[in-house]
């Protein structure tokens, strides 16, 4: 018992180690470093730590898998080795300057967390079981660092791919709201349009389900938003991998923009749909509409004024521009009696 106490002991230092390092990670501010920063050095650098993080996790669950239970001089060595592998991890991370865009800089940040976190599971699993077995807990504990370490070979190598990236995943979600509004619509025809008039039911029965006249006409402007949502990121997704680059500052920065406003189109969809259900409140929509059209224009805009953008793309942008308002004045003159 004494030994096993004192196996547990340099377990419960080095969480409290990996801990302040995660702290660190989630606030820290890059180091602008003296010497010149170096892309491809910066990856093999991380490539590298993610690789010997993964080893040091294997060997310290392995330790704690099996008798004999380890001496607690081997404890703190191995102690030693997980804490400068995690270390050795944010130090890279830290390397990395705003400089190489602030969307580069939040997937390495949350690859680099990820980690960490995962590291300190293993460590919590490994002192909640019994110390000379191998529990599901620590299996999956140990099978979810490897896995964070791995992630580091789909990480995007510089701020143009970043946004490309952080582009597709909105354009997911966008898609995704469109699909089930889509549905929505099919399944919520109006279920009492049979019957008429009903002494038991009241009039036509529950308003509540299913969509009026007047709403049916409202949502499809506020559908051709959510088309117009959808094209718009499809679009600059494309202008971004053909035409984007992360060479200078002002790229780089630009690419951020547009990364930083599209990022809330997804969510303005999604409000938007939520308004859109029976009972429909039309004010609400009409606000929603509106905050959405506007997130979309702002989007176009960004686009047209930076580098993805050639002459050759200008025409899309303006036709987007023109749809989402033809369908914010749609929205305006069926909600004029709301306001």
Known sequence: AAAAMEAREPLRELRGALRAVLARVREGEPGEGREPFELPRFW??????????????TKLSLAFSRPPLTSAED?????????NAILAVATVYYWLPKGQGTTLRKMVRDATTEVVEGMIQL?????????ESLSQEQLISTG??????????????????????A?????????????????ALVEGQDPYSDIMEDEELGFRGNRDTYWSEADRKLLSSCMGLMKASKACLKKVLGVVKAYGKADSPEQIAQLDDLADIANDISPSVDELALSMYPPMNQLAVRLNAAKLASVLKKVLEITKTSHVCPPSEEGWVQFLTGAVDHNMNKIKNFTQGQL
Do not use: Y
């Not at 093999?44 to 996790?57: C, G, H, N, R």
């Not at 992630?151 to 510089?158: A, M």
């Open 44 to 57: 093999d650098a991380l490539d590298q730590t993610f690789k010997v993080t993964s080893q040091e996790a």
């Open 75 to 83: 404890c703190r060595k191995l102690n030693e080795d997980v804490q």
């Open 123 to 131: 460590t919590e699993a490994i002192l909640s079981a019994p110390l």
């Open 144 to 165: 979810g660092v490897w896995e964070a370490c791995e992630q580091v070979s789909n990480l995007p190598r510089d701020n143009q791919a970043a946004v490309a990236s």
């Open 167 to 183: 582009l597709a995943a909105c354009l997911g979600v966008v898609k995704d709201a469109l699909e089930e509004m889509e549905h």
